[in-house]
Each structure stands twice: as structure tokens, then as C-alpha cells.
């Protein structure tokens, strides 16, 4: 199983920025990666994912407009960068490796340990 390891994650006033990076530890970057969060007392649920040459990406509606996936292969790196940050986007946040076969549309098979992210008012 990859091992993803987050990090990017901080205390921020809402409307600032920030960039959360994902990287796995032992190998390279699954072809389909994505972003999730789960809020304190919340299911976890999808923010963006992207695929192995970025043209195709996926939003979640809460963060479409305010958030951008993006991956630099030659890094082993995916990257999202979040700005315009509200309140409500205080969560952990979670990156994650999609099965190659499978696309956009089924459930991950790696998850990493998650970064904090906490906007405050």
C-alpha cells in the first residue's frame, strides 16, 4: 500500500491562501490522485482530483472557484491550492491515490494521514 504524506497545512484567517502538498513516501504518484477533508463531527467527503497529466480535474461544488489540484510528476508531488479560505473549510485534509483502473469514479486505495487546516473568522 503507498504511503501518502501531506503537508501544507496550518491556522489561516479566512480569505487568506494556502497550498497543501501530497507526496508518497516509497513510490511514485498513482495516476488519478485526490483531495478529501473531513470536518469535525462530519463524514469525510471529496474536495478535487486530478489525473496523471492534470487536463482532467475534478471539484468539489463547495470549493470549485477557490481551489486548484495540480501535480508535478518530475516532483512526485500533487499539490492543492486553496485561497479565498472561509470558515467552514476547517478540516483535516487528506490526500489520496485512486486505483489506475479505475478513474475518478471509484473509492481510493491509499489514504494519507492528513494535514490540519483551520480557518479561523
Known amino acids: 500500500q503507498v504511503q501518502l504524506v501531506e503537508s501544507g497545512g496550518g491556522l489561516v484567517q479566512a480569505g487568506d491562501s494556502l497550498r497543501l502538498s501530497c507526496t508518497p513516501s516509497?513510490?511514485?504518484?498513482?495516476?488519478?490522485m485526490g483531495w478529501f477533508r473531513q470536518a469535525p463531527g462530519k463524514e469525510r467527503e471529496f474536495v478535487a482530483a486530478?489525473?496523471?497529466?492534470?487536463?482532467?480535474?475534478r471539484y468539489a461544488d463547495s470549493v470549485k472557484g477557490r481551489s486548484t489540484i495540480s501535480r508535478d510528476n518530475a516532483k512526485n508531488t500533487v499539490y492543492l491550492q486553496m485561497s479565498s479560505l472561509k470558515p467552514e473549510d476547517t478540516a483535516v485534509y487528506y490526500c489520496?491515490?485512486?486505483?489506475?483502473?479505475?478513474?475518478?469514479?471509484?473509492?481510493?486505495?491509499?489514504w494519507g494521514q492528513g494535514t490540519q487546516v483551520t480557518v479561523s473568522s
Open positions: 486530478i489525473n496523471w497529466s492534470g487536463g482532467s480535474t
Open positions: 516509497r513510490r511514485t504518484l498513482s495516476r488519478y
Open positions: 489520496a491515490a485512486y486505483p489506475d483502473s479505475g478513474g475518478f469514479t471509484t473509492t481510493p486505495r491509499s
